[in-house]
């Protein structure tokens, strides 16, 4: 995989920090460390379960209480269920998410001008199809109830075709597409990067693979990121009931080998 650019700078500075330090008479030791990504969550969903993220988004509306819990851990993935019957507390729409990622009694906070990353393997099966409205399967979001998304993960229908994408939301900014199909009944790995800034200085990074091939490896730089307070990763399914292409069947997603990371 190509190193980023912020990589590539982290590292060219640490090289110069040590000759530097090494022309100077100081051991090059003791130079700063060229900047990398630090693994600051990895839960394992046998042993802690849901517990693993800060919230639990299971029938808020408890509009099918029988198959509760609708979010929990399946061995070493976290399984999310769908039915046709759930609704969400908006009854045009249906949610079973997790949000955030919870390390003990405490959780990850990621701030304006950070650099996150979080990777995992995702289990698409052929039930859970695109829609002509939104099926959003990952959100990145500020906490709090009422607010937009910034980026989304959805599977969408365009030109007749079943496609995954992601989206910078407020922006309207298409950073990937790719055809969902190839994808159903497999094990897909996500690579997603974030820096987080307001305005233009915010950037997204979004890879794909699936059977060793890379399916999408885009970026998308100059766009905003950031709402306000914090922001915040969801997952699950997220979906509206508007769909006209016949799509809405019971279904569920599967994640697994979930990481978070920050760029220091």
Do not use: N
């Amino acid at each position: 995989m190509t190193p980023s650019r912020r990589t590539v700078l982290g590292a060219a500075l640490g090289a110069g920090a040590g000759a530097a330090a090494t022309a100077a008479g100081v051991p090059s030791a003791v130079a700063a460390p060229a900047a990398a990504w630090q693994l600051r969550w990895s839960p394992s969903a046998r042993e802690v379960g849901t517990r693993a993220f800060e919230t639990v988004e299971d029938d808020r509306a408890d509009s099918h209480p029988a198959a509760k819990p609708h979010v929990f851990a399946d061995g070493d993935s976290f399984r999310f269920t769908l039915h046709t019957v759930d609704r969400d507390t908006s009854t045009d729409r249906q949610r079973q998410e997790v949000t955030g990622c919870r390390t003990g009694d405490t959780y990850l906070k990621w701030h304006k001008g950070q650099t996150w990353r979080v990777t995992y393997r995702m289990f698409l099966p052929s039930s859970l199809m695109a829609t002509t409205t939104f099926t959003h399967i990952m959100q990145m979001k500020q906490p709090g109830a009422g607010s937009a998304p910034i980026v989304v993960q959805s599977l969408r229908r365009s030109g007749g075709r079943q496609t995954i994408e992601l989206k910078v939301f407020e922006q309207d900014v298409l950073v990937g597409r790719t055809d969902l199909e190839p994808l159903h009944d497999r094990w897909t790995d996500v690579d997603f990067r974030i820096t987080i800034g307001d305005g233009s200085s915010g950037s997204v990074r979004w890879i794909l693979g699936s059977g060793g091939t890379t399916v999408v490896d885009t970026t998308k730089s100059g766009v905003d990121t950031f709402l306000a307070d914090r922001v915040r990763p969801k997952w699950g399914i997220y979906r509206s009931l508007g769909d006209t292409s016949g799509s809405i069947r019971d279904t569920y997603m599967l994640l697994t080998g979930m990481r978070a990371y920050q760029f220091v």
